[in-house]
Nanobody
Framework: HVRLVESGGGEVQDGGSLTLSCAAS????????DGWYRQAPGKQRELVAS???????TSADSVKGRFTISGDNARLTVWLQMTNLKPEDTAVYYC?????????WGQGTQVTVSS
């Protein structure tokens, strides 16, 4: 069984910064932590940023130039560095991982940006 543990959420003011971390534990053979999603109240979960199998990062247009995703070589840990945060970034952020075709989600970490 795989567990994804997220940390780093919190409340910041408009323009502030936060870095989220996600670490996989348990039976991690073949695991790939590969992305961050977020879900705001009343909205669907959306992809924020991801890392491809060959290590290339991509991000949603709404966060380009402000958020940076990175991961360790073992693909057990993934980070999301967020700068110039805006109120519309307020959401619960979820880590995403894949292992042998099975998808895993973290428990979510709240990010609140106040104006």
């Amino acid at each position: 069984h795989v567990r994804l543990v997220e940390s780093g959420g919190g409340e910041v003011q408009d323009g502030g910064s936060l870095t989220l971390s996600c670490a996989a534990s348990g039976i991690t053979v073949g695991i790939k932590t590969d992305g961050w999603y977020r879900q705001a109240p009343g909205k669907q979960r959306e992809l924020v940023a991801s890392i491809s199998d060959d290590g290339q990062p991509t991000s949603a247009d709404s966060v380009k130039g402000r958020f940076t995703i990175s991961g360790d070589n073992a693909r057990l840990t993934v980070w999301l560095q967020m700068t110039n945060l805006k109120p519309e970034d307020t959401a619960v952020y979820y880590c995403h991982a894949v292992q042998d075709g099975r998808i895993y989600w973290g428990q979510g970490t709240q990010v609140t940006v106040s104006s």
